[in-house]
């Protein structure tokens, strides 16, 4: 695998440097600056590029190698009348990457809400801090404080009952910071949803069941892998995170089916998958080893981290690398097994990019305001053990 890191530009406390010497030769980011659905100019990208090879003519070289993401626009998701020139704009910033070089991009299409978690510092027995979810308080923030119509018919009486009791204890600070966490916005953005607003966000898809979304899906990527195949890009999708319905939205890409009907959607290589063993991992209905054998030719980037189901099934954790309920060995070892027969049939993509995906904040990054995820430290402590593990299975004589 090449192993890489994500970098959020200029402003990321992370910088390029921690990242090469973390071992990474890759370097995973995005131009967070330009709004959503605009094109992005072939100088706006060449700027990213020059930033991120700035120091190779004095140390171990970086390059550019997966934007994540290229952002999908609401109107796309909608499937409204608006979405024909923002899937055009998406072309044109397709076709300005490939002049420069810039072969695989990784998009979602989760509505409205990115990725999801309830706490940002949750204290693991070594007292470093994970990313958590708990179905009990994202029913407190559904039901209670955003209040939700129809939120209830979500939950079970159970849940709704504990979800209660648990708020009437809950500070005023405890309520706000659940509150903030849940309106987090896209990954490398400062800015979140406000709270007031984002009962009409969700209104927005009121008639947009699964159904509708995933006609919108299919649509968007018959219509962009065609021209990314001309140009010599490796689309790929990104995981529901985590991968069930939320807030009454629907989720379409969270388990092996859903893969087979995209991949199916539009059957070229160029319309492909960021298999995040994270997001696929808090499903036990997912056969991570499995499902890299079974879309092996159409994985193009690796996010790889565990997560922890815990009593209660629907609560997860960030896990260490090496623990939780991914076998990381099963899945490096599928992954080793695909780039050796990609490598056999002469592909040129035969090395997919990897990075380690999350990271616990330890050590002094305790100290330091970073991204939730992406402190350095933590990730650095990741890739350290996914390189070994990979090594170690490379010099294994069989993969049986």
């Known amino acids: 695998m090449i192993h890489t890191m994500r970098w959020f530009g200029p402003k990321d406390p992370v910088s390029l440097m921690d990242i090469r010497q973390a071992g990474c030769t890759g370097v995973v980011t995005a131009l967070h600056q330009i ?209 069930k319905p939320l807030l009454g939205l629907p989720r379409v890409v969270s388990t092996e089916d859903d893969l087979k009907q995209l991949m199916a959607a539009c059957d070229i290589i160029n319309n492909g998958i960021t298999f995040c063993t994270g997001s696929l991992g808090v499903r036990p209905d997912n056969d991570l080893a499995g499902m890299i054998t079974q879309f092996g030719d159409r994985i ?26 991914v076998d990381m060995y099963e899945v490096i070892k599928a992954v080793v097994a695909e780039t050796r027969k990609r490598k056999a049939e002469g592909r040129p993509d035969w090395n997919i990019p990897m990075r380690p995906d999350h990271g616990h904040q330890i050590l002094d990054d305790l100290n330091k305001k970073t991204y939730p995820g992406y402190s350095a430290i933590g990730r650095l402590k990741g890739l350290a053990e996914l390189r070994g593990l990979e090594m170690a299975i490379e010099k294994s004589e069989t993969l049986v």
Not at 117 to 127: A, I
Not at 163 to 169: I, Q, T, Y
Not at 301 to 314: A, I, Q, V, W, Y
């Open 35 to 243: 709004p959503v659905g605009e094109i992005w100019s072939v100088e706006a990208i060449k700027e990213r590029i020059r930033l991120v090879e700035a120091d190779n003519d004095k140390y171990i070289p970086l390059k550019w190698l997966v934007v994540e993401s290229l952002p999908v626009h609401e109107d796309i998701k909608k499937g409204l009348p608006a979405r024909e020139q923002l899937i055009e704009n998406y072309k044109i910033s397709l076709r300005n990457l490939a002049q420069c070089g810039i072969k695989t991009v990784c998009y979602n299409f989760m509505p409205v809400l990115d990725w999801s978690r309830t706490n940002l510092n949750y204290e693991m027995p070594d007292g470093g801090k994970a990313l958590r979810f708990v179905w009990e308080d994202f029913a407190i923030f559904d039901l209670y404080i955003l209040k939700r119509p129809e939120a209830a018919k979500d939950y079970t009486p159970e849940v709704q009952i504990k979800a209660a009791h648990k708020l009437k204890g809950m500070s005023a600070n405890e309520i706000a910071t659940l509150t903030n966490t849940v309106l987090l916005g896209l990954p490398g953005s400062e800015e979140a949803f406000d709270l007031n607003t984002f009962q009409e966000l969700l209104d927005n898809y009121k008639k947009i069941g699964d159904k509708e979304l995933r006609a919108n899906l299919y649509y968007f990527i018959q219509q962009i892998a065609p021209v990314a195949q001309e140009v010599g890009i490796n689309l790929c999708i990104h995981p529901d995170d985590p991968p």
């Open 300 to 325: 193009h980037f690796l996010h790889l981290r565990t997560t922890k189901r815990e009593d209660n099934p629907l609560n997860f954790h960030e896990a260490a690398h090496l623990d939780g309920d």
